[in-house]
């Protein structure tokens, strides 16, 4: 009998990874997709990952969502360890632990069966009764705003009721945690920013926590927390709070910090390093409440250690 392995006692991340290391071999060259990838996600978040082609988010997400495995470290949804999973615990896993919602439609719908078909059909994957079936694919349709196109195929859909359709079909096994790979990439900016909102109020409304994976930088205007992933690390988080200002007026505030991991390491954001034309080495000082940190100048530093040298060789002499 498969067994899963749960989260440590007193976890209280729905998502997380630790150290998360992905080698693909191929033809004798190996690729490292993520080196050393450290995530922490709480219950209930609404979080945004982004990062370019081949910056490594798209192998976190297989990693995530069950249909990959990583090569190092340890990764855990809802309390399930992701490395030790095997055969009917992880097909259990991808049915009802976790929802996804793809880019491409036809990975979410079957073309062949009405919406609420869809939805039927996934319940009765998941073995719940039949007279459970039509009242739940009902309440999701009305939940997402589309009660009244359940009879109606995918083709007949625009793009941004397919999505919510997808996202009727994700929600059908009550999924703890919800991922969305580029959801609205092959939708325009008003459409976009439609999805991106009914995600939200999906992820307040019924508590899910909603992993987006995307290389869009404007969906992170829809969600509170937004990680950066570059080179297979995180590298900067973005975090979005509500302030009320002295003269009572609400204001949107979004504070970005870099990311240390647990050996120290950290990346600094690309457009700082450009403008302070940082490369190879740092200078770092230490201060009482903070560290400096400037651009190395090579012909002072071969200066200054030709004016050490010099000062060493006369103490020596003396």
Known sequence: MSMTATAPPGSTAQIE??????IFAAEGVEVQALQGLNLRVERGELTAIVGASGSG????????????VPTAGSARVAGQDL??????????????TVGFVWQQTARNLLPALTIADNIRL???????????????????LGLLGIADLGDRH???????????????VALANEPEVLFADEPTGELDEATSAEVLETMRDLNERLGVTVLIVTHDHSVSEHVRRTVQIRDGRTSTEVL???????????????????????????????????????????????????IRLSATDEHQDATRDAGADAANDGEARS
């Open 83 to 96: 490395l030790t999973m095997r055969g009917s615990a992880r097909t259990r896993y991808r049915r009802s």
């Open 17 to 22: 990874c630790a150290d998360l290391v992905r």
């Open 154 to 168: 995918p083709h007949q859909l625009s793009g941004g009721q397919q999505q919510r359709a997808a996202l009727a």
């Open 240 to 290: 979005r709070s509500t302030r009320v200002d002295d003269a009572g007026v609400s204001q949107q505030v979004a504070e970005e910090y870099a990311v240390l991991d647990r050996v120290g390491r950290l990346q600094l954001p690309a457009d700082m390093v450009g403008a302070l034309s940082l490369r190879d080495r740092v200078r770092l000082l230490l201060r009482d409440d903070h």
């Open 57 to 68: 988010k798209s192998t976190l997400l297989s990693i995530l969502s069950g249909l990959d």
């Open 122 to 140: 996934v319940l009765s994957l998941a073995h719940r009764p039949r007279r459970e079936r039509s009242p739940r694919a009902a309440e999701l």
